[in-house]
């Protein structure tokens, strides 16, 4: 529970590392937690697109609000929720779906969530929200493997969610390795280099750069750590050769992973000694103790 | 049009024009030209009102600062009359009353009057507002409907006896079987964990997890699904019950469409006039004199081009402003290379721009008349649009459209027209066209033109640039030994200094073009720049005069 301290008074958008890896039953389930210091307004990216053939609203995530908390979605939506919202600004854009509001629940109840297609519209309906001082804190369900998004919404932080299995162990974990290891890049020493050592990049960092770096390059500035498109492998490398830094952060509240078919062990075993992220593990494990498993773990791990 | 709007720069002078209501904003996107003399001359009276208004708030930001939060809030809603509106053409009818209410609060009471920004639609907004509701928010509260009010209230009872139920469901669970669940909607729970519970299934839906794991969730009680089966059938009845609130509601807005629609005129005709006079005021812009007579004189006092003007400030040159008087339907502009013949076109351009789309002019004084078309002939005309055409094509085509127009007033520049041909032909197709516009009194007509051939006419305004100060220049060259080293700003600011941008009349006589000098200033070879002299001196001597 402490680890979700850093979503109260905060912007926070969920991220997944692939499709079902638990964002909005992590948003149900951190919605509670943090309405305990306000109301929470809560958003998403786009209209969710369903499998092939389904219509978007079959895969529209859904939140159950409080009232006086917020949410981010159409008019046909807001008027056909439980929760009953009172239009307090219409967001900019528009979605398939219909007109979008920003709506705060008159009563608790269930709310479909949809969001603007433009980044910069929904981060003017944040900025809005949090200017009018709505909501204490906000949510948004991102998109999934997409990090870049959360630099192009704002200064906001992150929670990246994970489902591992057997399956996916080795690329999980190297993703969630990468992800540690970028967000905690240190801030740019000094913008105004007065040696050759500092190159400072403006656009992404791709592949086909990497042979364009000159040899005496001791530090590597970019803006932020979403505008590297390297492998883990090809970014192993870099780190080797030279120092990276970033001119923004973008700060990492938790990782939230749950883990199916394997033990805590395997994954931290997978993960390694080096990562230093917090994670919430397992956030639905049941608290009891059986009697004959008293050793069973507790309700969720944090490992720092 | 297009092209003389470009060839003016005047869009990205108009871009400066800041509205900060949706309507304002959109009205100042569509740029309209005037050509009405009484629409102009209310335009600039409620500029001026405005900009008495702002002169008079300078100092009490707080006040202007709330005056724009309340325009920036002013909301969109439906052009036309709806037979129903939703909660969101509602919502943004409300936010538009609310706060065109707080505008006509804020400002004084002889701008209301002179905006007719009274508030009469109180009632509507009383409606728009009952119950407890944000006063810029829109709900359908229970105070619009007793039938509303029963049906929400019977939902809240509904939506009390479920939380009731699951609460005693979550405590027998935690009791019973162990299961915290909290505000989690599933758990996920050893297998081994049924062997101790057996019973477990009597009261959770299990599912596989993994091979280790089940995931379960609680089993919703028959009260539960009595009462959540009754809470289905309470929804689609509230629903409808807003409904008839929303057509209640609708019924009143359509019958007060007409006064929020001149509402809307309103508050734009206030938002543009204060984006007006901010422009005015930040570049020190003059109401602009409307001739009575057709026929009458333009006439311009210290005319500034702005894109000009800031591009001097920029280099840090001096930059010269422009007085010059047309009073005939065609003038003739002579003068030196770089000597300001495009950027005095430009600057007429830009003024009628200004004049015309309803701003302040830059300028001490501005005296104009109204046209109805502009044309532009020259570079970069026509080209664009149509390909495979020449440069001297494009303008024919330019020429010819603007033609059509000369029936009507119309202010149309030649900026060195038929340049790319040859001179003698260019002079006569000039000539030609001289002849037959300069009666016509509904044209204002310029060309600016190197070509000194062309015919002489009593009715034809000759003038010319004065020219490089070639005596102050000369003393000068001698002390800077050698042009070729200067770079290309020393070269610029060289120019600038001895370059008399001003007038005068043309008398017909051999006028120079500073085109040797101005190549040797920026650097042409001194060796063919003095021989280009001797052939003029012989081209010189060959003329008749």
Redesign the interface.
């Known amino acids: 529970m402490d680890l979700l301290g850093a979503l109260n008074r905060n912007v926070t958008a969920v991220i997944g590392l692939d499709r079902g890896s638990g964002k909005t ?1 992590f948003l ?2 951190a ?3 943090v309405r305990q210091v306000g109301p929470v307004a809560v958003a998403t990216i786009g209209a969710h697109q369903g499998p092939e053939g389904t219509p978007a609203s079959a895969s529209t995530p859904t939140v159950y609000l409080q009232a006086q908390d917020l949410a981010v979605t159409t ?1 046909p939506l ?3 929720a ?1 929760a ?7 967001v900019p854009g528009r979605s398939s779906l219909g ?1 979008l ?1 920003i709506g ?1 629940a ?4 269930i709310v479909p969530l949809v969001g603007p297609e433009h980044l910069s519209n929904l981060a003017q309906a944040w900025q809005t929200i949090k200017q009018q001082g709505w909501a204490a804190s906000i949510l948004i369900d991102g998109a999934v493997n997409r990090v870049t998004q959360v630099s192009s919404l704002g200064n906001l932080q992150f929670v990246c969610t994970a489902r591992v ?1 057997y399956g996916n162990l080795a690329s999980s974990t190297t993703l969630l390795a990468m992800l540690d290891q970028l967000s905690h890049l240190p801030l740019t020493s000094n913008l105004q280099p007065s040696t050759e050592a500092l190159l400072s990049i403006q656009g992404p960092l791709v592949s086909s750069f990497l042979p364009k770096i000159p040899r005496n390059t001791e530090e590597l500035s970019l803006e932020d750590f979403t505008k590297i498109f390297l492998s883990p492998s090809e970014l192993a490398t870099l780190t080797k050769r030279c120092k990276l830094s970033v001119r923004r952060q973008l700060r990492l509240a938790c990782f939230v992973v ?1 883990l ?2 394997i033990g805590e062990k395997a994954f931290y075993q997978a993960l390694g000694p080096d990562f230093a992220s917090p994670i919430l593990l ?12 008293l050793e ?1 773990s507790p309700e969720q791990g944090s490992h720092a | 049009m297009l092209s003389f709007l470009k060839y003016s720069e005047f869009d990205s002078f108009w871009q400066e024009l800041t509205c900060l209501t949706p309507y304002g904003k959109s009205e100042a996107e569509g740029q309209q030209v005037y050509t009405e003399r009484t629409v102009l001359e209310h335009i600039w009276d409620q500029t001026q009102q405005a900009l008495d208004y702002l002169k008079g708030q300078e100092g009490n930001s707080v006040l202007t600062n709330r005056l724009n939060y309340h325009l920036k809030r002013i909301s969109r809603f439906p052009a036309s009359s709806q037979p129903v509106y939703d909660e969101v053409e509602i919502f943004e009818i409300k936010k538009f009353l609310f706060n065109y209410r707080a505008i006509g609060k804020l400002v004084s009471a002889s701008l209301v009057e002179q905006f007719s920004l009274s508030f009469e639609l109180q009632p509507l907004l009383d409606l728009l507002s009952q119950g407890k509701q944000g006063s810029e928010a829109f709900y359908v509260v229970d105070e619009y409907s007793p039938r509303l009010l029963e049906l929400r209230e019977k939902l809240r009872q509904v939506n009390q006896q479920i939380d009731r139920q699951r609460q005693n469901q979550l405590e027998l669970l935690a009791s019973q079987l162990a299961l915290n669940f909290g505000s989690r909607e599933f758990l996920v729970i050893p297998r081994t964990y049924l062997e101790q519970y057996p019973q477990a299934h009597t009261q959770l839906l299990i599912e596989p997890y993994d091979e280790q794991q089940l995931m379960v969730r609680p089993l919703p009680s028959a009260e539960i699904l009595r009462l959540q089966q009754q809470r289905e059938e309470l929804l689609p009845q509230e629903r409808h019950a807003e409904d008839q609130v929303l057509q209640q509601i609708s019924e009143a807005i359509k019958d007060h469409f007409a006064e929020l629609d001149l509402y809307r005129q309103r508050i734009t005709a206030f938002d543009l006039a204060l984006a007006r006079a901010r422009l005015a005021s930040q570049y020190q812009l003059t109401r602009p004199q409307i001739a009575d007579q057709a026929d009458s004189d333009l006439v311009i006092t210290k005319g500034r081009f702005i894109p000009c003007e800031r591009n001097c400030q920029a280099n840090n040159l001096p930059y010269q402003s422009l007085d010059l008087v047309i009073d005939t339907p065609a003038t003739v502009l002579f003068g030196s290379n770089m000597g300001g013949k495009t950027i005095t076109l430009k600057t007429i351009a830009f003024l009628q721009l200004c004049v015309q789309t309803g701003l302040y002019a830059p300028a001490q004084y501005y005296s104009t008349r109204l046209y109805k078309h502009f044309h532009y002939v020259g570079e970069g005309g026509w080209r664009e649009v149509i390909q495979g055409l020449s440069g001297f094509g494009s303008e024919i085509c330019e020429f010819r459209r603007a033609w059509q127009d000369f029936s009507e007033p119309t202010l149309t520049l030649f900026d060195e027209f038929a340049r790319t041909t040859n001179s003698r032909e260019a002079e006569a197709l000039i000539s030609a066209i001289l002849r037959c516009i300069a009666k016509l009194s509904q044209l204002t007509v310029l060309f600016s033109t190197h070509f000194r051939g062309v015919c002489r006419l009593d009715e034809v305004n000759y003038l010319r640039m004065k020219g490089l100060n070639q005596d102050k220049l000369g003393q000068l060259n001698q002390l800077w030994a050698n042009p070729v080293k200067a770079d290309l700003h020393e070269s610029l600011q060289m120019i600038n200094k001895y370059m008399n941008y001003s007038l005068q009349k043309d008398d017909g006589q051999w006028l120079d073009s500073d085109a040797i000098t101005i190549a040797s200033l920026l650097g042409v070879n001194e060796q063919i720049c003095q021989l280009a002299k001797q052939y003029l001196t012989i081209v010189k001597a060959q003329t008749p005069k």
């Open positions: 039953t149900n389930y919605l509670p937690i008019l807001a008027r056909t439980a009953s919202l009172e239009i307090l600004d219409l007109r509001v705060r008159r009563r608790p109840g299995d749950a199916k078919g397992n956030p639905f494990a049941a608290n009891f103790c059986l009697a004959n498993e069973h």
